[in-house]
């Protein structure tokens, strides 16, 4: 299953370029499975998924796969701070809920 790994993610890619623009990009996957490999190995499939979903929700324009290649981690530091921070407005909402309950 890890060797057809980055075939899915590239086909996602194409899926979401064409949903975005209307037609489907021309990329040559078996050259692109080794940076989208990387990216795999540097954060794991799912996050790989995630990461390439948040990256069509930017306003980068046209979406460029090597953009994608060489700021994966900076989207994804960026998803990981914005999920803490949910979590950290979450629980002082509970808190002040908490708090209001008691007086």
Request: charged share 30%; aromatic share 16%.
């Amino acid at each position: 299953m890890a060797n057809k790994e980055p075939y899915i993610l590239l086909t996602e890619y194409q899926n979401l370029y064409k949903f975005k623009y209307n037609k489907t990009p021309q990329i040559n996957k078996y050259r692109e499975k080794w940076a989208m490999q990387d990216v795999i190995d540097s954060v794991g499939f799912d996050r790989a998924y995630e990461i390439l979903k948040y990256y069509f929700k930017t306003s980068k324009n046209g979406h460029p796969l090597m953009f994608f290649y060489n700021n994966f981690d900076r989207m994804n530091n960026y998803m990981k701070s914005s999920e803490d921070d949910k979590e950290n407005r979450r629980k002082v909402m509970q808190n002040t809920k908490k708090l209001v309950e008691e007086l």
